[in-house]
């Protein structure tokens, strides 16, 4: 079953503009996690959001949750042309992560 | 740290024969790997949950039989496809947890892309 569900589920930017991606979920889940995958390639873990954060921040990515909501957004700032990929948010109860369908960012030069 | 390397990165084979996946945990000890397909523009699709030293656990629609997984030690892990297909050519990615601190943080494998002729 799928648990994260992002959207939208493109977004075209130019270099420079934030991004951002939203990730809705079902159940309850201790954490929280989104991923970036380049065309063709494996998945890079980018943050972990715990259940009981609301907001965190790594580099130019910002993540926040509201648990009462079953959401989660992914900002990225001041995007650059090698962000263009595909960003997934997953979400954890257990060992096993479901994911969902993935959002394609693509940032023009 | 954390690295998680797969082989072969690719590999085109005829029908009928079988082929081996490796994924291996370079720098830590992985209690759990996944095995994950991937369909072009698609998510990935969790295929089975393999733990050391046990039988994996697959996932409703994924055949036992016709997809081998053998987690034979902390930092290793294989898949075959037994008897390939064309259609069973797919993106084929594997992640290990080390569960460190009770996290179910995975790390994931650069995938091996297999392309059944």
């Known amino acids: 079953s799928q648990q994260g569900e992002e959207d939208p589920q493109a977004l075209s930017i130019q270099e420079g503009e934030n991004a951002t991606m939203n990730c809705s979920y079902k159940t309850s889940i201790n954490n929280l996690q989104w991923y970036r995958q380049n065309s063709g390639r494996g998945l890079v873990h980018l943050i972990l959001?715990?259940?009981?954060?609301r907001e965190k921040h790594s580099g130019r990515l910002r993540v926040t949750l509201d648990t009462s909501k079953k959401s989660s957004s992914l900002l990225i700032t001041a995007s650059r042309a090698a962000d263009t990929a595909s960003y997934f948010c997953?979400?954890?109860?257990?060992?096993?992560?479901?994911f969902g369908k993935g959002i394609t960012l693509s940032v023009r030069p | 740290g954390a690295v998680v390397s797969q082989h072969p990165s690719w590999v085109i084979c005829k029908s009928g024969t079988s082929v081996k996946i490796e994924c291996r945990s370079l720098d830590f000890q992985a209690t759990t790997m996944f095995w994950y397909r991937q369909f072009p523009k698609q998510s990935l699709m969790l295929m089975a949950t393999s733990n050391e030293g046990s039988k994996a656990t697959y996932e409703q629609g994924v055949e036992k039989d016709k997809f081998l997984i053998n987690h034979a030690s902390l930092t290793l892990s294989t898949l075959t496809v037994t008897s390939a297909h064309p259609e069973d050519s797919s993106f084929y990615i594997c992640?290990?947890?080390?569960?460190?601190?009770?996290?179910?943080?995975?790390?994931f494998g650069p995938g091996t892309r297999l392309t059944v002729l």
């Open positions: 992640s290990a947890s080390p569960g460190w601190q009770g996290s179910n943080e995975q790390f």
């Open positions: 997953f979400t954890g109860a257990n060992s096993k992560l479901t």
């Open positions: 959001i715990r259940s009981n954060e």
